[in-house]
């Protein structure tokens, strides 16, 4: 067996283990009963040692030196083409990283985030930050700990986000998000300005929860999710997991009277799995069968919730079926008004249910709170106010409690520090990406008044998700917009359409 063949059969086989640890993580957000959490955490934990020794074990190192220089990157042999040369150096990334942390802290982190998530769905339920607060100071101590073995970057937060976008710093981010602020800022205070307001109580009228999931799996199924190789379910927060290819998993979160959160979350989730499903399947386990980053996977959620879904173009297409589910809630709005409902720009307390304009300032708040606690110690104990004064200053609103507050989002429960980035990331893909598409598939958009996403689809299918990580994210936005990664496509979109929203000048 040659070097690359032994590299590509360990890659497989820590594939299966990723595969079984994503399945009982899916699992312990949806079915699990709520007495199984700790043996659940040392499953995960056990799942994920053996995953890691697959990854960092002999017979990948070995054979990986054949190839490779493993403290330089240099290739050893000449050979290859171009795929193969990317393949080989992203498999000694994903190495040389894997190879910096300890198995023993490898699976006391997998223990901790299964119980510290589970920990957060109490906390959040009860509205009790005082019962989570141990759980979050634990967990912010350990990616610190992940940052010092990682030593990515100029600060302990970079070597985080690289996890999620890799070659993303943390002083790029900040760039953009001055640029987004610059023009995003008095956009927003001139459609607060506006005397004619949109009027979104359509929205907030009681929905039967089963015609919602209805509703939402027919829109997943038209915009191309196989629901022969995935499925959805419930969870509190909203996810994707993915164990090949073809088993995708997605979930949602219903409320009978929040009609736009359970739709869009639907559609977020949809584009998420969109992209697992168009992996190839030929190269499921090495780099090649995997998403480039966070970020580009971002791009996909938003482009099938925002771009896609808050379009006039799909509601000429969906309206006439949610009125025919809900006649009588929606008999005196017609689309037009609706359109302009799911549309409304209203500072929110929650993310998750921000609109399209000021759904950044949240991200914004929150990579600002992530940078104190990694790089500058900041106490966790202190957070909920912390988190409140930032709300007010960001986006003019404050939490009354701590679960529309600090307590909202799942991701600190599991040590996802440093992916709150790739959504603004992945909105300013989203655009470069839509805008290139629009010019390249005729009449795509048109086509969504007809139920019709293929087109969309397939191009992304052909420029994104067949090509697994053969690219970075710089160079594919590049490859396929022409420009580099720009926050001016998105603010151009954004302005475009508010002034049509809101009839600004």
Do not use: C
């Not at 009790?128 to 759980?135: A, I, K, M, Q, V």
């Not at 037009?336 to 720009?345: E, G, I, K, L, T």
């Amino acid at each position: 067996m040659s070097a690359r063949d032994i590299i590509l059969k360990e890659l497989l086989e820590a594939s299966h283990l990723q595969g079984v640890e994503a399945l009982l993580g899916w699992d312990q957000e949806t079915y699990m009963p709520e007495g199984a959490g700790a043996a659940r955490s040392e499953q995960v934990a056990y799942i994920t040692t053996l995953m890691h020794s697959k990854l960092v074990g002999d017979p990948l190192k070995d054979a990986l030196e054949e190839l490779i220089d493993l403290q330089t990157g240099e290739l050893r042999i000449m050979t290859l083409n171009d795929q193969e040369t990317r393949q080989l150096k992203e498999i000694w990334r994903d190495y040389r990283q894997e190879a910096t942390l300890p198995a023993d802290f490898v699976s006391e982190l997998a223990k901790h985030a299964s119980v510290s998530q589970q920990a957060w769905v109490r906390a959040r339920k009860d509205n009790d930050f005082t019962f989570f607060e141990p759980f979050l100071t634990r967990m912010v101590q350990m990616q610190k700990e992940k940052a010092g073995y990682l030593a990515i970057g100029d600060t302990p937060y970079d070597s985080l986000m690289d996890q999620f976008e890799p070659d993303m710093t943390s002083e790029k981010v900040s760039g953009l998000f001055q640029e987004i602020r610059t023009r995003l800022v008095p956009l927003i205070q001139n459609i607060q300005e506006v005397k004619h307001r949109v009027n979104a109580s359509v929205l907030t009228k009681e929905y039967e929860i089963d015609k919602q999931w209805d509703f939402g799996v027919s829109m997943l199924e038209a915009i191309g999710f196989d629901m022969n190789h995935g499925r959805q379910d419930k969870s509190a927060h909203p996810f994707t997991t993915s164990t090949h290819p073809t088993d995708v998993r997605t979930t949602t979160r219903l409320r009978e009277n929040d009609l736009k959160s359970a739709l869009l979350s639907t559609l977020h989730e949809g584009g998420h799995a969109l992209y697992e499903q168009g992996l190839p399947i030929a190269e499921y386990g090495n780099p090649l069968g995997q998403a480039i980053s966070l970020g580009i996977h971002e791009s996909q959620s938003r482009m099938w919730e925002n771009l896609v879904g808050l379009s006039p173009q799909f509601w000429r297409f969906a309206y006439p079926k949610l009125q025919a589910k809900f006649p009588d809630q929606l008999r005196n709005t017609d689309r037009d008004m609706f359109h302009a409902a799911m549309n409304r720009v209203r500072p929110s307390k929650v993310r998750v249910e921000a609109d399209e304009a000021t759904y950044n300032l949240h991200i914004m708040l929150r990579f600002e709170i992530e940078k104190m606690l990694i790089n500058e110690n900041f106490p966790v104990a202190e957070l909920p106010q912390l988190w409140n004064d930032k709300m007010e200053e960001y986006i003019g609103v404050r939490p009354e409690n701590d679960s529309e507050g600090v307590l909202q989002d799942v991701h600190w429960s599991f040590g996802a520090f440093g992916y709150f980035p790739t959504y603004t990331l992945g909105n300013l893909y989203s655009v470069q990406f839509f805008n290139q598409a629009r010019i390249d598939v005729a009449g795509m958009e048109e086509s969504f008044a007809r139920g019709d996403y293929s087109g969309l689809l397939t191009w992304l299918r052909e420029n994104i998700h067949s090509k697994g990580r053969g690219r970075k994210a710089e160079e594919l936005v590049l490859e396929l917009a022409g420009q580099e990664l720009s926050a001016q496509p998105f603010m151009d979109y954004l302005e475009a359409k508010y002034r049509k929203v809101y009839n600004l000048s």
